[in-house]
């Protein structure tokens, strides 16, 4: 099949010499949608939304939080909306999340509870598993005579007498849900990264199934792992367009098993993390970490938004905590070990200035003792997220031209206006050196008459700063001043 429309295709780059040597990420996971009020909650397996805060994230999937530990799987995309909103006091901006289209089980029968009412509220212990559509009271109207909704932790069903007329207690019945830890994501749920833009309108630059990684899709052994499925999508286009990168938890028990988990990895669209970290009795992946202050970053730049020219390594976790394994069990990590973990291609956490900061600008594929052998956009974060997003700007900004006449003046303003882009990213220290230009040798008569057009364009990302070192010795010229004392 001949191509159409509009692409951009990467280019293999070459090592350095040793001696030279879109914003918002897509969360992919499950979240407790039998939370919401409809009964038709089931519609919301397998469909993407855009969350602006927990707020919105209990009204379109649910909110679960534990009261401590770990996010289990089956609550996943909680602990991104935890981590993006959950203190208003530090920036924000708004999250993608595709859940999980799967099946979800009821319980066969009703389950009966007494619920105390006092000052017109009763609490319903249902350990955030119970459908709240199925609430019911008898002889008694929901909306009229009884309201029920989740409280702000996803735990209780609140229980609101609208009239005064539920006494002193009432019984409630209501179902729950069943076999949740046996939750498996279907090959369906990743089928819709590729309708993503038309779910939520916008284009995501980074995937995560955090928890998820090394779950197999189905359940079943014979298919591939989550994180091979999204190293997948990264390895392609999302829709045959769009490219992005990856950032993956590994899952390393102890840090003797990291040297080996990683190299299940070992490819330049994927950023491994390890370990975890442990906030007010919460267990966070680092991996959300990362994709938070990523986002942030991004965004940082009033004249450059949205442009991944600065790594997210080096920011400080505003959530004060500590690092930890899968069980909470304090990590302790120097300076030295975290450098030792980016050496083999895992980003990480140093303790600076009196907490905890990301540190890593390597993806998966980078090992320290091989820079000789790794292409220089291939070298960092940065190098790999540039060319992705001058391949995705570039497709954006003249996708309006696929199938409109092109005549040589037209050429020639497209790669004339999109060089007076890349002079910018160049001006502005996003890149070092970029050019497009329209050469003979990619382009016939014949493609011509085909309507294709093919333009080159490199780019030099500007490497982030990994030594600054101020080389201090003694002298003893400063001596000469006690002589000026005599004088």
């Known amino acids: 099949m001949s191509e159409r429309g509009i692409h951009a295709v990467q ?8 001696e030279s040597a879109n914003c918002a990420p897509l969360y992919i996971g499950m ?49 991104p909306v935890y981590v993006h909103f959950g203190d208003e006091q530090h920036m924000s901006a708004p999250i993608m999340v595709l859940v999980g289209k799967c099946d979800i089980n009821e319980s066969e029968s009703e389950q009966s509870a007494t619920v105390t009412i006092s000052g017109g509220i009763g609490y319903l ?58 939750i498996t994501l279907s090959e369906a749920t990743f089928d819709v990264v590729d309708l993503i833009e038309q779910k939520v309108g916008e284009i995501p630059t980074t995937l995560l199934c955090p928890g998820w990684e090394n779950e197999h899709i189905g359940g079943l052994d014979a298919n591939k792992t989550i994180a091979q499925r999204l190293m997948d999508i990264n390895k392609g286009q999302i829709d045959n367009h769009w490219y992005t990168t990856s950032i993956f938890q590994l899952h390393s028990e102890t840090r003797s098993n990291v040297e080996t988990d990683v190299l299940s990895y070992n490819y330049p669209k994927a950023k491994v993390c390890w370990p975890y970290y442990l906030t007010a009795g919460l267990v966070l992946h680092l991996a959300v970490i990362y994709a938070y202050e990523k986002l942030i970053v ?27 394994d899968a ?48 292409a220089a956009d291939e070298l960092n974060d940065v190098a790999v997220r540039m060319k992705d997003y001058v391949c995705n700007d570039f497709q954006t900004t003249y996708m ?19 060089g007076i882009a890349l002079s910018g990213l160049v001006s502005m220290g996003a890149l070092l050196l970029a050019e497009i230009t329209y050469n003979a040798s990619d382009n016939t008569a014949a493609g011509n008459a085909n309507g294709e057009f093919v333009f080159a364009i490199k780019e030099t990302n500007t490497p982030p700063g990994s030594l ?20």
């Open 11 to 18: 280019i293999a780059g070459s090592p350095i010499a040793v």
């Open 31 to 79: 979240a407790p949608v039998w939370q919401l009020p409809s009964e038709n909650w089931k519609d919301v397996l397998g469909q993407a939304f855009m969350i602006n805060d927990v707020d919105d994230a209990r009204e379109k999937i649910g909110y679960y939080q534990p009261e401590s530990g770990m996010w289990q799987k089956e609550y996943s995309l909680c602990e």
């Open 125 to 182: 212990d249902v350990k955030g598993l119970g459908i709240l559509s199925s609430v019911s009271i008898a002889d008694k109207e929901s909306g009229k005579d009884f309201s029920a909704s989740y409280d702000e932790y996803g735990r209780w069903i609140v229980i609101r007498d609208l009239k005064g007329t539920l006494g002193k207690s009432v019984t409630v019945k209501y179902k729950t849900v069943t076999g949740l830890s046996d």
């Open 298 to 324: 991004d965004l940082s730049h009033t004249d450059a938004r949205g442009i991944p020219y600065e790594s997210e390594s080096n920011e400080e976790i505003y959530l004060k905590g500590c690092l930890c």
């Open 327 to 374: 069980a909470g069990a304090i990590i302790e990590q120097t300076d030295k070990q975290a450098d030792d973990l980016n050496d083999i291609g895992v980003a990480t956490a140093k303790f600076v200035k009196g907490g905890w900061r990301t540190a890593g600008v390597v993806m998966s594929n980078y090992y320290a003792d091989n820079v000789a052998n790794i």
């Open 400 to 418: 309006d031209e696929v199938d409109k006449p092109i005549p040589p003046r037209r050429v020639k303003e497209i790669r004339d206006d999109y």
């Open 468 to 487: 600054i070192k101020a080389k201090v010795s003694y002298t003893p010229d400063g001596l000469a001043t006690y002589a000026e004392v005599s004088s």
